[in-house]
């Protein structure tokens, strides 16, 4: 299966290249929030690893990354993104509206379901826009 969605990566790659290349700053951030998030919420934890930063990805591991996200007490469900801003062609900043459960301590197995905003940056390298962790900013 892995081999499966690695080739599958390999090949869908240098498409979804192409069809960022033609979009805004603010639109190609947007589509790569989105593919982001579904990875996480999909559990593809090294997919969503691979929308790091390169600095980010230098100073973390993909198992301490994958490892970091498991044990999160909260399961995401859905996500939008509700805007994008650019400061330059380098540099935006998305607003990205999450659906989210969060388990409840002392409560047995009761989960509340409830929606945040979260401000993401985003950074542009070598053609290809990334996520810059809080921890690495």
């Given at each position: 299966r892995h081999?499966?969605?690695?080739?599958?990566?390999?090949f869908?790659?240098p498409?979804?290249?192409?069809l960022?290349?033609?979009?805004?700053?603010e639109?190609?951030v947007?589509?790569r929030?989105?593919?982001?998030?579904?990875?996480?919420?999909?559990?593809?934890?090294?997919?969503?690893?691979?929308?790091?930063?390169?600095?980010?990805r230098?100073v973390?591991?993909?198992?301490?990354?994958?490892?970091?996200?498991?044990q999160?007490q909260?399961?995401?469900?859905?996500?939008?993104?509700?805007s994008?801003?650019?400061?330059d062609?380098?540099?935006c900043q998305a607003?990205?509206e999450?659906d989210?459960g969060?388990?409840v301590?002392?409560?047995?197995?009761?989960?509340?379901?409830?929606l945040?905003?979260?401000e993401?940056?985003?950074?542009?390298?070598?053609?290809?826009?990334?996520?810059?962790?809080?921890?690495?900013?």
């Open positions: 081999a499966l969605q690695r080739g599958i990566q390999q869908l790659m498409a979804v290249a192409q960022l290349a033609n979009l805004t700053p639109e190609a947007a589509a929030a989105v593919e982001r998030w579904k990875y996480i919420i999909a559990g593809d934890l090294k997919s969503a690893y691979q929308l790091l930063t390169p600095g980010a230098k973390q591991t993909s198992e301490d990354y994958a490892q970091r996200m498991a999160a909260i399961k995401w469900t859905d996500a939008r993104v509700k994008v801003a650019c400061e062609a380098e540099t607003v990205v999450l989210i969060v388990n301590p002392g409560m047995g197995a009761t989960k509340i379901s409830t945040t905003v979260v993401e940056h985003w950074l542009a390298s070598a053609g290809q826009w990334y996520f810059l962790p809080s921890q690495a900013r």
